[in-house]
């Protein structure tokens, strides 16, 4: 009966990865070397070698603003939501007064979803009737002008984002252990010195944790972005781009596959890297 249990539950949690996840990831890339439109069979589509990949770097014109937009997002969210949260898990890992309320209005966001939070942002940004302009007296199109619109999501995106880092870093805080701590203070390190020459090392798995996670959810931003304007007027993200090709109007399930697949070969990258940390760290 035990061994029934055990491999009840080591299999049924595998199929469900291998079908959920795994599947449709060699799918995607097995696609992306196809002409296929989502139309007639399977059978009906032609193998075309590495065409899609051509053309989306050469070829298609939205490709390159995306990847500048997922770039940008990228450097805000390290430099902006995280930094900040790692700040405000610092001050709320000293016990000050009201911490456990400050912990609840900070980690709301968290808990909604971003297409959520963009329809919450939109009260505040919209035009005609927003928060922002009635303050301010303005008539600022915060998300239809391109030339603004990028920043206003990364606000928006980033007050959830905060939260999350905070409360990882919160967790990786109250498990550094305090001796750690005394014998900085025995030694006459100030506050600032002790966090970074001895709870800063010792936090290097959550910091690469932090990192990884800031990097896919930099690549995999689209929540937001498609309740506002559908990923366009200066707000194309890749997430976009693949869904437009795959589900929009002119279906191209090869070439949204093949974008796809950049997707999957970045954020690799920063998988892998995280997995060696991992590994070293047990070794």
Known sequence: MDKLTVVLMVVVPALIVTGLVWVPAISTVVLSFTDWNGIGNISDMNFI???????????????????????????????????????????????????????????????????????????????????????????????????????????????RHTGYIMLLYLAGLKAVDPALREAAAVDGATEVRTFFQVIWPVMRPVNIVVLVITVIESLRAFDIVWVINKGRNGLELISTLVTQNVIGEASRVGFGSALATIMIAISTVFIVIYLIQVMREQR
């Not at 930094?83 to 709320?92: N, T, Y």
């Open 49 to 159: 070698g590495g065409q899609n990949y051509v053309d989306v770097t050469s070829n298609y014109p939205p490709f390159g603003p995306a990847m500048e937009h997922n770039l940008i997002w990228l450097v805000v969210f390290f430099f902006g939501p995280t930094l900040l949260g790692i700040f405000l898990a610092v001050l709320l890992d000293r016990e000050i007064r009201g911490s456990r309320i400050y912990q609840s209005i900070f980690f709301l966001p968290v808990v909604l979803s971003l297409a959520l939070i963009g329809f919450v942002w939109q009260l505040i940004y919209s035009r005609d009737q927003g928060l922002l302009n009635a303050v301010f007296g303005g008539q600022t199109d915060w998300f239809g002008d391109p030339d603004i619109n990028l920043w206003a999501v990364l606000v928006a995106a980033g007050w």
